[in-house]
């Protein structure tokens, strides 16, 4: 077993944005790396998300504040009765989920890594 520190973000409203969660969600040195995958048109997200953490003790701290938050506190408030669903990623690690991505031709659907 490896370390966990990449998550999914289920049930995040269409019309958000990358750049919204990155706002969302400051940084302050604890993720490397935010995806949101958008649809193919790229006019919205496909309603989930993946942030890979620095350690495990951030991902847990992430998952402890946002897992079963109303996404009404998003200020979303077509969405209000859905809540965040946070839990592990399958794929775990910057390297490995950053990879995959390199090969996409559409920019929409590239991963950022940040922090750096």
Same mark, same amino acid.
């Given at each position: ?24 969600? $400051? ?72 990879? $995959? ?16």
């Amino acid at each position: 077993a490896g370390v966990a520190t990449t998550l999914m973000v289920r049930n995040i409203p269409a019309e958000c944005t990358q750049e919204f969660l990155l706002e969302l969600w $400051p940084n302050h040195g604890t993720y490397d790396f935010l995806y949101l995958p958008r649809n193919a048109g790229g006019k919205s997200n496909l309603g989930y998300c993946f942030v890979n953490f620095v350690s495990e003790a951030h991902a847990a701290a992430f998952k402890e504040k946002w897992h079963r938050a109303h996404t009404a506190c998003l200020g979303f408030a077509c969405s209000a009765k859905r809540c965040l669903s946070v839990s592990l990623a399958e794929v775990q690690g910057l390297e490995a989920n950053v990879k $995959p991505l390199q090969a996409l031709r559409r920019p929409q659907w590239r991963g950022r890594a940040v922090g750096e």
